[in-house]
DNA sequence: CTGTTAGCGCTTTCAA
DNA sequence: TTGAAAGCGCTAACAG
């Protein structure tokens, strides 16, 4: 059924190696043969097989990228970044989504080391250092896509500590001094970082965090979980029933039944799933509760009540991340490790409240 | 530097054939030699050459999915039910974004098909009917997606006709009669059918359409086109300037200088850069303009005004795509053709205004 | 149970 | 400028 070179060499009649000049080396064939070579190939829809062709080559052109999680307007808009930068330089990309799942981006990595891509782009679940360590030193280069890396590798980050800390200082500015932490798994370095930046927000404005920060850690960085979140806000009794249920961990660091005045969601969907469910709730932001989301997506700005972030410069992140790979896949003697820090900036709206609404200073 | 199966093999001490069955067989060896071939199979870090053994199977564990748009959240979504099912048949989703350019859309079909995957699932630009035919009679299963086909093939969609239809009878049944229908390329067959349900549902209503809907296309189906027609909609005396430099194209089927009183999107994201030029311009939604859009992503319900829209199960969507494509890749024998057709369902929120807000019935 | 071997479709020398 | 032939790494068929 599907023709092969043999068939159009054949048709053609010239040798295969022909037929693969025309596609390769076309300047070396005459012509006249390469156009007859080129008609038979129509005749025949002849599609050169891709996995032979790699077979030879070693390497496809494909590369691959492991967002978090699909869905989550952060990571398409990185993944056009990608995209863009690839297709231009004769790449296709395989977008894979490993769903914040340890299982789903091992079995994906492992996919795409049997490929053999030319690279791989990817936002980590967990520290995977030692198993990237082990697929870069297998000759597949990675780069760490939102992720600060290492030496002896690319990364491509945007200060995620300093953006938690502007988040929350930016709160601390309104006059807020309870303020919720909704968070998700530590695990994922954005989480840890965004939380140390808030923490260091308070120590900086000379106040205690434990008494200021309340943390409540869903499972998961989605608009679900951030209605979860609100719940757990919501109502101090369920606190501790709820989080068996829930797989919701609530660190109470600041003084049990003292309402927070404010909020810092550690990403948007968590922020939209937390402000859909305050307005189910009748809570008014950012009257009753100030609310701060983290990425800056396209949705942010058209909330109900828009939403003060941190913007990230996404298309960008993923531009920039496929230059070093390619660059490092092209031209492995003269790429040099880099790493990009990008910086964050906040974004204020509505939701965070322009004017002071909680305790004076 | 990546060990094969040779260097495997004389490490273990065995014959190549060996350590294929182990990995493909594990059965028909001997526990002991197993554990040895698995040994050196780790101490090598041995990772199989997809490649090569897709040249010898002919066909890749790899689908690909081809979107019009990955930034919006309807595709993303499709995406995991097609991935889910993907990924618990044992396949990997290549997932492109066709941006809805008819050359990116050529340039990744020629990819996926060079990379002999199990299968295509698209969301065409165009008509490509003759294209994917001969996709097709090469030996690679095409399923439509949010598309009915024709015979011959497999295709998953709602029925756009009625969707469109109930979008516009609800406006009407609010008193609407003036509406403008906001809509992407009618290349693009989701919007020929909505526009044919919209006008179906004036007909239906015993009105005339000219006299009823009011036609504004735009050249893409996101935030920043949706932006553009409300723009085209609060200027009328800019309309005629308009056109040539935003590539915009109106048909007053209406009078002109006659206003409408709602209007209906094609799909969220257009509804949604509408509704927020709106609101900059200090123009009341439902009061002084109904909105209605299509597909209820998730991020609908959440806007300023909560956005009515047409509900398509998109999630169901893509799964069931992806079941039909896999059926008829797999087995081939037993496959039949089948058209799905899913029911759109109206969600009605404050877009449209719960009352009947302009001119009575 | 294990070893040997013939290709899968293509690219790339090397000769002609 | 073109033809012939040697593999790329793996699987499957067959022999032992």
Redesign the interface.
Known sequence: ??AGMKDVASLAGVAVGTVSNVLNHPDLVRPLTRARVEAAMEEL?F?????????RAGR???LGLVVLD??N?FF??V??GV?DYA?AAGY??????SDEADD?ER??L??L????VRGILITPVHGRAPELR?IR???TPVVLLDRPGSAGQCSVAVDDRRGGEIAVSHLLDLGHRRIALVNGPLAIRQCADRRRGALRAVERAGLDPAAVLTEVTVPAMN?RAGAVAADELLGPGLASTGLASTGLASTGLAPAGRKPTAVFCTNDMLA?GL??RLGQAGVAVPGDLAVVGYDDI??A????V?LTSVRQPKYQLGRAAAELLLDEADRPEEHEHRRFVFKPELVARASSGETASAVPA
């Open positions: 059924m599907a829809g599609i050169p097989n891709g996995s032979a062709r790699q077979l496809s052109r494909c699909v869905t307007p398409t808009e993944a056009r995209e297709q296709a990309v395989i977008l894979c989504n789903k079995r994906y492992r996919v080391e049997e490929q053999r082990r030193d297998r000759g608009a939209l402000l859909r396209e949705f700005a058209d909330a109900a828009p």
